[in-house]
């Protein structure tokens, strides 16, 4: 997910979740305090109506009384004023003050008169058979214990309710006795809530409380409404509110229920005001988040990508001298800076590393050359070396053939079979023959150390016994040994490991040091091979206490051709390369070799070979 992606994210979350949140805080504040502004609106129209209905019957009784308090209706009730019923008892009287009836009811219970009036075909009729009835089950309206009595209120009657006020006859000054009961009626019928809803500017409708056809809504509204709970509100659609009243009639039960339908003005504008309110949040939202994300991509999220993209093209081309560039002061510019600072060490160090790079090349090129050089002269010694070899091989060859033609001739001579010798001619020969000996001698010496040190001479190595070879060597050289009153004495260490070499090398190794050793002894003298183990080498000495040599020429005696310059050594004959051709073997089995030596004590020669692995 990109930056850019999140932030939008993150924004429209917010919205969207500010907006949930908002309109439910909507729903429940504002809502349900419409909704209570509204039923407290209905409430104060239905009071309103029901003090309109209560008006109504306070001026009836108003006009009761002062009919009542007469003394013209004392007289009449009392029998004595004949012509008072003509004079006021008249239809003008009855739409005047809008009555349906008007009764005279002596102290007796009988009514002395009662005339009866259609207030809609303006006609007088026959008093409701229902009111006589009524009246005739009530003592209520017809007797009034005191001058102050008054009784004024519903009554239903079978065929409609009725507004009734009843009040006791007395003298125009109020004063008694009772003479009788006043009684006037007004139907409260369909036309009569009709001229209430007209002066109320509400739509009324009313069900009598026994009215079987009373629709659910009304028996629910008769089932809440008590003296504690006068009014009810309830809304019915979404377009209207009902409030609902209970009227009772003058014995306290339940008479009429009263309906009055509105219109749900402020319930409806509260709902649109909510819809503006949040239509107005989501477009304000909306340019806000719009405007944030602009700003953001414009402060933040282009910077940053164009960010990205620079250190990207760096990373593609690897291109140190590229520097990244942001604008501004903030964060993201010293970002921008702190990369840069960055890239100018990367780009030193590139620098310096590329210099180093290109020195190394260089060196490198005058190694190659070197090491060109190395091999061409490698190549040139390996020739030399093997010219050296094929022509020592063949120089070998040529004079070995001559000088055992010669050797072999002054034999001959000596043994006297071409013929008879004198001393002299034998005494030549006898120097013909060891000069063409030690020459033949040298020859042979030479090719040994030439062949070794060309590699050519074959190293077979094998796990050898070194105490077998060294009983072998004895036994070969102790004649010579013997001849000279030398003793040899063999020690080996006590379960020394086989050694991993060519037995014949080896051999070859010790006779020339043990023969060096009798060479360089005088008659007599005490011989010694000592052979340890030493790590993984076996360490071998060979030991005489004969004539020694001289520390400067301890380092030289493995030259070719070194010999001590001594008349003694000379006499011993020698060609100088028994020693080198020695260090040549050991050394070409990784092991070493060197002399410990004094004049006139003796010499002891060590050298070590590995031993045979596990
Ligand atoms: P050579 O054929 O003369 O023995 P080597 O290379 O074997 O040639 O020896 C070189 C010289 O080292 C000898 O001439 C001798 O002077 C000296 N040398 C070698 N071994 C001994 C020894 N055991 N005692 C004294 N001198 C020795």
Redesign the pocket.
């Known amino acids: 997910m990109t930056l850019r992606k999140k932030t939008l994210t993150i924004i429209g979350l917010t919205f969207v979740g500010l907006i949930v949140i908002l309109f439910f805080i909507s729903q429940q504040i504002l809502l349900s305090s419409f909704a209570g502004l509204e039923e407290q609106n209905t409430r104060q129209n239905v009071e309103r109506m029901l003090s309109v209905l209560s008006d109504d019957l306070a001026a009836l009784e108003a006009t009761d009384g002062d009919w009542a308090a007469w003394d013209d209706t004392y007289a009449f009730i009392s029998g004595v004023n004949s012509g008072y019923i003509k004079t006021n008892i008249v239809e003008g009287t009855f739409v005047g003050l809008k009555l349906n009836f008007i009764l005279f009811i002596n102290t007796s219970g009988e009514t002395v008169f009662a005339k009866a009036f259609d207030l809609n075909s303006e006609k007088e009729i026959p008093v409701p058979q229902s009111l006589q009835t009524h009246l005739a089950g009530s003592d209520w309206l017809r007797y009034h214990p005191d001058a102050k009595n008054s009784i004024s209120g519903i009554v239903l009657l079978p065929e409609d309710p009725v507004l009734i006020v009843s009040r006791p006859i007395l003298h125009s000054d109020r004063t008694g006795p009772v003479a009788g009961a006043f009684i006037m009626g007004r139907y409260l019928d369909a036309g009569e809530i009709d001229r209430l809803a007209e002066r109320t500017l509400l739509s009324l409708s009313v069900y009598r409380a026994d009215d079987i056809r009373m629709p659910a809504d009304y028996r629910r509204a008769l089932l809440s409404l008590s003296k504690d709970t006068p009014i009810l509100v309830r809304p019915i659609d979404a377009q209207r509110v009902a409030g609902y009243s209970l009227l009772s009639d003058i014995y306290g039960k339940p008479a009429l229920v009263l309906r009055a339908d509105m219109t749900r003005d402020i319930y409806s504008h509260g709902q649109r005001s909510i819809a503006y309110l949040i239509l107005s949040i989501v477009v304000a939202g909306v340019v806000l988040g719009t405007a944030t994300m602009l700003l953001l991509e414009k402060q933040v999220l282009s910077r940053l990508a164009r960010l990205g993209k620079g250190i990207r093209s760096i990373g593609v081309t690897g291109d140190l001298s590229q520097r990244v560039s942001v604008t501004g002061q903030d964060e993201l510019a010293r970002l921008a800076d702190t990369i840069n600072v960055m890239m100018e060490a990367l780009e030193q160090s590139g620098q310096m590393l590329q210099d180093k790079n290109r020195q190394l090349d260089a060196q490198n090129e005058e190694l190659m050359l070197k090491q060109q050089e190395l091999i061409d002269k490698t190549a040139e010694v390996e020739r030399a070396t093997q010219a050296k070899s094929e022509f020592l091989a063949n120089m070998s060859h040529e004079l070995r053939t001559p000088l055992n033609v010669i050797i072999g001739f002054s034999q001959l001579m000596m043994d006297r079979v071409p013929g008879e010798i004198n001393d002299e001619q034998r005494q030549c020969l006898s120097d013909i023959l060891s000069s063409s000996q030690h020459l033949l001698q040298l020859i042979n010496?030479v090719l040994d150390l030439s062949r070794v040190e060309s590699g050519k001479v074959e190293l077979k190595p094998k796990n050898i016994v070194l105490s077998e070879v060294l009983e072998s060597l004895a036994r070969t050289m102790m004649p010579t040994l013997a001849s000279r009153g030398q003793s040899l004495d063999v020690e080996v260490a006590p379960g020394l490991p086989r050694i991993y070499a060519d037995d014949g090398k080896v051999g070859q190794v010790l006779r020339?040091?043990l023969?060096?050793?009798s060479?360089?002894?005088p008659d007599g003298g005490k011989l010694k091979i000592e052979a340890v183990r030493e790590n993984h080498w076996c360490r071998v000495s060979?030991i005489?206490n004969?004539?020694?040599?001289r520390k400067e020429?301890q380092e030289r005696?493995?030259e070719p051709f070194?010999?001590?310059d001594?008349s003694l050594?000379r006499e011993?004959?020698?060609?100088?390369?028994?020693?080198?051709?020695?260090k040549q073997i050991v050394e070409r089995y990784g092991g070493r070799i060197l002399v410990e030596?004094e004049l006139g004590k003796?010499?002891r020669?060590i050298f070590t070979l590995p031993l045979a692995a596990g």
């Open positions: 010496d020339n040091l023969d060096n050793a060479k360089f002894t060979v005489d004969g004539l020694g040599i020429d005696i493995f070194f010999r001590v001594s050594g011993r004959g020698g060609t100088g390369l028994g020693l080198p051709l020695v030596s003796g010499s020669f």
